[in-house]
């Protein structure tokens, strides 16, 4: 098992290489100078030349990525070319926002849709599982911004049970934030619902009709014990698998989300640091998001290896 982690640890540090010097190429191939954008079109040359210097935008590539990866290691991202803030600052104060929303919008996703899932395996056929799958299709095919609206037209403005828009610190009020935060996690978390409730549904049937079932079946044990204790625990590598793949749909998600709603997260500040050729928290923000990625997938490998041994094996014995 050891050797497993390992492995996998060391996979996960090249990604991270990897997507650092894409991450630092790709900024600097947008359009437009940020020392200009910071300057105001009317600058002077020298002026516009000072920030260069200022932001090391003046040095050549690979000094910068030097600078940019020594600067990364020690928790320094720069300043905000807009205000001049720390980075680090602007997204410890704008993460936690999409944390929560991700981890609500996660928690309906897995409630709703494993539990259609397990529902629609068990009922095969039947009106029940009809439903379920209605739900699943209609999750897939409504995009997030469509639905944000519809939300916000019916629980906001006809039936006015929930704030249209806004966020309110949970620290500062817990029940106005979740008041707002319901219909937002509603809306991401539809799609990932749905995702989770299909691939439910295909382990659950597959291990409905395995032999163990069966013989669990024929020894009395009761329908409830043989669905949640043989069925669907042996259909959870599945689900954990979906978890860690979806991730990256659950942020990109959040970003449309997030400006629907008006909520200062991590999605919003991505989209506002674009339009205005931020490089610092550009650079920090899509690392961040990335190694979110990267270690949540490094965490459904280990969970995955202890759910199925045999992976675990295969991965001790390759070594």
């Given amino acids: 098992m050891l050797w497993f982690i390992l492995r996998r640890c060391g996979s996960a540090v090249i990604v991270l290489f990897l997507a650092s010097v894409l991450i630092f190429l790709g900024i600097r191939a947008l359009p437009g100078d940020p020392a200009t954008v910071m300057a105001g079109e009317e600058a002077s040359p020298a002026v516009i030349e000072a920030i260069r210097h200022e932001f090391g935008l003046d040095k050549p590539l690979p000094a910068q990525y030097l600078d940019y990866v020594g600067q990364t290691l020690t928790g320094n991202f720069g300043r905000s070319t807009q205000d001049q803030l720390p980075v680090i600052d602007i997204i410890a104060e704008r993460l936690p926002v999409t944390l929560e929303l991700s981890a609500l919008a996660m928690l309906v996703a897995i409630v709703v849709g494993v539990g259609a899932g397990i529902v629609a395996a068990v009922r095969r056929g039947r009106l029940a599982d009809y439903l379920a799958t209605g739900f699943g299709l209609a999750g897939l095919s409504v995009p997030h911004f469509w639905l944000g609206l519809l939300g916000i037209l019916l629980f906001a403005v006809t039936w006015r049970v929930l704030p249209a828009s806004g966020y309110v610190p949970f620290t500062q009020d817990p029940g106005q934030n979740l008041q707002r935060m319901i219909l937002p996690a509603l809306v991401l978390g ?5 995702i989770l409730m299909r691939q439910t549904r295909s382990a659950m049937l597959g291990a409905l009709s395995a032999d163990y079932v069966r013989t669990a079946r024929s020894k009395g044990l009761s329908e409830v014990k043989v669905v949640g204790a043989h069925a669907l625990r042996n259909s959870l590598t599945t689900v954990v698998t979906v978890l860690g793949l979806q991730l990256g749909a ?28 931020n490089y610092p928290v550009i650079q920090a923000v899509v690392l961040i998001t990335v190694i979110g990625y990267v270690l949540v997938n490094l965490l459904v490998d280990i969970v995955y290896a202890f759910l199925n041994p045999r992976i675990r094996l295969s991965g001790g014995a390759n070594d």
């Fill in 190 to 194: 539809t799609g990932f619902a749905a």
């Fill in 250 to 277: 659950l942020i990109s998600g959040a970003v449309v989300t997030e400006q629907i709603f008006v909520i200062p997260g991590f999605g919003k500040l991505t989209v506002d640091a674009v339009l205005t050729r």
